[in-house]
């Protein structure tokens, strides 16, 4: 078959990040899709500067893939951190 990959993301309000709840909810949505007979790999895209979301996915099981640009220069978001499981 062909090769499917999906993307996740997420935002938390400030005032309930440091409390797991990221991490939780990105490990327990990338453990169920490894049931998914036809997914091969989720993405994550983050922002460089953003070291809490890049520790969320390592914990996950992501690992670095490269730095992108993914065109979004006009909204001042240039380059991102490439992330991905494969499962």
Request: aromatic share 14%; glycine share 10%.
């Amino acid at each position: 078959g062909s090769f499917l990959s999906a993307t996740i993301g997420y935002k938390l309000l400030p005032e309930y990040t440091g409390r797991g709840y990221a991490t939780e909810t990105v490990k327990k949505i990338t453990d169920e899709a490894i049931y998914d007979e036809e997914l091969h790999r989720i993405v994550a895209y983050v922002q460089p500067e953003n070291e809490a979301s890049v520790r969320v996915l390592e914990k996950c099981g992501f690992e670095y893939v490269d730095t992108v640009d993914l065109g979004l220069g006009q909204y001042g978001l240039d380059w991102f951190r490439l992330y991905e499981r494969i499962i």
